[in-house]
């Protein structure tokens, strides 16, 4: 059995900040725990757009504070997300984030990611195995 709290990753190789600095994410649950899935709290700033592709992966996305604009690259469509609005990139949409307050989100993601990943210059994660991330 694995218990964690936010707080004591907080600070550790668990807590990622974007090279971008339009978000920072607390990873939970990490490819090293070999569950099936990674398991997040996002956080995103307010002014900023952080445009993604998940083209290696699924990621469910629960908002739990805040509100955003979600706009489907793909067809154009636009959402409002906020608080018990979820989204599934079952697809591998090419999406971007415009979040007008400070939001935070429950991410899924599978496969699960190591830690180390960031978006590139496409807005996509890359498929790194755990192996090159490290063990701590």
Known sequence: ???????EITGTDRHIRSRSGTWESKRIVLAREK????????????????????????EAVLCVEGESELTDEETGETHLISPGTMYLLDGHERHTL??????R???VFNPPVTGR??????GVYPLLEESEAGRS
Do not use: K, Q
């Open 1 to 7: 059995m694995i218990v964690r709290s936010l707080d």
């Open 35 to 58: 569950v099936g899935f990674s398991l997040h709290e996002t956080t995103v700033y307010a002014g900023t757009e952080t445009r993604m592709w998940y083209a290696n992966h699924i």
């Open 105 to 107: 989100y429950i991410c």
């Open 117 to 122: 990943e960031d978006h590139d210059e496409s």
């Open 98 to 103: 415009r979040p007008r307050t400070d939001s």
